[in-house]
């Protein structure tokens, strides 16, 4: 659930080319076409834009990180106390190396 509930709808009618031209501004912002248009809207600031590597690195190592937190829970299910031991050890690895990725972006 979200912080902030929003429950009023806009609908706005664009042209085609505004419409690509919004999509195209909200994908360099790397950010929904919904969410780029309420931050201009309100006169708000677009966060900084991560770079596409940093953003695939942070996918991946997330689905890693919760891979190894499964396996380790496997494992455990299973008695194989040493094992679940290493993968939990891994899964918090991912999780730290991801958290600095985050905190390392976002002094670019």
Known sequence: MSRYP???RR????????DRRLVAHAQ????????????????????????????DVLVHANRAALTC???AQAAS???????ARKLH????????FVQRLIRDSKGQ
């Open 11 to 18: 609908m706005i009618r664009l042209t085609e080319e505004e």
């Open 89 to 96: 050890a891994a899964a918090a690895a991912l999780t730290d």
């Open 69 to 71: 937190s499964e396996m």
């Open 28 to 55: 360099d912002a790397g950010l929904p076409p919904a969410v780029y248009t309420r931050l201009r809207a309100l006169a708000r600031p677009t966060p900084p834009r991560r770079n596409a590597i940093n953003s």
């Open 6 to 8: 929003r429950s009023t």
């Open 77 to 83: 299910n299973v008695g194989d106390l040493a094992g």
